[in-house]
């Protein structure tokens, strides 16, 4: 399963080194680092929405600031990552 980080010009300003740093710490410390592949991706489509760095899963888009990735990704991503795992 591929979490993908856009790295693209608009997301790069808005934090996304540092997202990918936060999302490489965060699937370690939850056991998810063996089930997940985090990739970067160039443009996701979704930069015209408010500030912050785009994540995709699947069909499923995810919007954060580098300040705010370990509250999205607990609140957001891993509950949508355990469903969609539990489903496979």
């Known amino acids: 399963m591929d979490l993908i980080v856009c790295v693209g010009d608009h997301c790069h300003l808005n934090g996304s080194e540092m997202v990918v740093r936060s999302m490489q710490s965060l699937l370690a410390e939850s056991g998810l680092r063996d089930k997940v592949t985090l990739k970067g991706s160039f443009c996701c489509g979704k930069c015209t929405e408010e500030g912050g760095v785009t994540l ?12 705010d990735t370990e509250t999205c990704f607990n609140e957001q991503i891993k509950p949508c990552l355990e469903k969609m795992l539990s489903d496979a």
């Not at 995709?56 to 300040?67: A, E, I, P």
């Open 56 to 67: 995709s899963l699947g069909d499923h888009h995810f919007r954060t600031k580098y300040q």
